[in-house]
């Protein structure tokens, strides 16, 4: 028996050929599906560290009662009402709930749509069709943030909605918007 009909080469070159990309069937749907469960869970430890990065008041959580730094400069700087200040935190909640699962939302289809732009037997179709549904969610983030301040300007005079836009667009540089 000559080297070359050694159980060791063919072994050697059924490895080569899963390693250059040869995949059957069952295994790039298999791929897919572990790629949707480890974005899930990448998705999850986000959501769960940027909780715990907010601090926390009672189990782990913010204390809502207590406004944030950046939450008594604004109070200072528009001089708000009790009322005002209430109705202001009550709208700034529902946004940010609103609008913090479409930009997870984003987030797990910016990972999918990446991967799809990876994996060289992906259809032009499926990477369109993934831009387009980040595309519908980036559109309905516009829109609730235009809600947003159309109801901020009807809590807000219009001195202080005035210098509420100045505070805003003093934002820190370090924040950068998800997409």
């Not at 060791?8 to 069952?26: D, E, F, S, T």
């Not at 790039?28 to 949707?36: G, R």
């Not at 480890?38 to 560290?49: E, I």
């Not at 179709?125 to 519908?136: L, P």
Request: charged fraction near 30%; proline fraction near 4%; hydrophobic fraction near 40%.
């Amino acid at each position: 028996m000559g080297f070359t009909k050694s159980r060791a080469v063919h072994g050697w070159q059924r490895g080569r050929k899963a390693a250059a990309g040869i995949l059957p069937a069952y295994g790039l749907e298999f791929f897919m599906k572990l790629t949707k469960i480890v974005t899930f869970l990448f998705l999850l430890v986000c959501l769960v560290s940027e909780a715990h990065a907010q601090g926390g008041g009672r189990n782990g959580r913010p204390d809502p009662s207590l406004p944030s730094g950046r939450e008594v400069a604004i109070i200072k700087e528009l001089n708000l009402t009790d009322s005002q200040v209430k109705e202001t935190r009550r709208l700034g909640a529902a946004y940010s709930n609103r609008t913090l699962k479409l930009r997870s939302e984003i987030i797990g289809k910016s990972i999918e749509l990446r991967n799809l732009l990876h994996d060289p037997s992906a259809s032009e179709e499926a990477i369109r069709a993934k831009g387009k549904e980040i595309e519908i969610i980036d559109a309905q983030l516009i829109r609730e943030k235009i809600e947003f301040q159309i109801e901020m300007r009807k809590v807000l005079t219009p001195e202080q909605l005035q210098r509420w836009y100045m505070v805003m667009d003093q934002q820190p540089a370090t924040k950068k918007p998800i997409r």
